[in-house]
């Protein structure tokens, strides 16, 4: 299973930007996506969890601000992240939870990043 992620760029501070990430490969079914992020010389940190459309989480510092939404017939999460600040600077990382083909055994997959840069 491979993750493509797309979308970061750089952004003046209240601006919005677009994350996408798709999902391809021997997929059975898609548990959960999420978004990560890590600055320089931090953990990485959840941004935000979908299951499904009604089913989502965030962290407290993107709640009103992000929102996250899944394609299912495309295996594509979204981040559309608006009212951007600096401290949201980062690389972010598409998470998902896949059922794979033919074991259905679940593992846990990551994109390759994608740097976002909010400037003040």
């Known amino acids: 299973v491979q993750l493509q992620a797309s979308g970061g760029g750089l952004v003046q501070a209240g601006g919005s930007l677009r994350l996408s990430c798709a999902a391809s490969?021997?997929?059975?079914?898609?548990?959960?996506m999420g978004w990560y992020r890590q600055a320089p010389g931090k953990q990485r940190e959840l941004v935000a969890v979908?299951?499904?459309?009604?089913?989502?989480n965030y962290a407290d510092s993107v709640k009103g601000r992000f929102t996250i939404s899944r394609d299912n017939a495309k295996n594509t999460v979204y981040l559309q992240m608006n009212s951007l600040k600096p401290e949201d600077t980062a690389v972010y990382y598409c998470?998902?939870?896949?059922?794979?083909?033919?074991?259905?055994?679940?593992?846990?997959?990551w994109g390759q990043g994608t740097q976002v840069t909010v400037s003040s």
């Open positions: 998470n998902a939870e896949a059922q794979v083909v033919p074991d259905h055994y679940t593992y846990a997959y």
């Open positions: 490969g021997s997929i059975f079914s898609i548990n959960a």
């Open positions: 979908i299951i499904t459309e009604g089913n989502t």
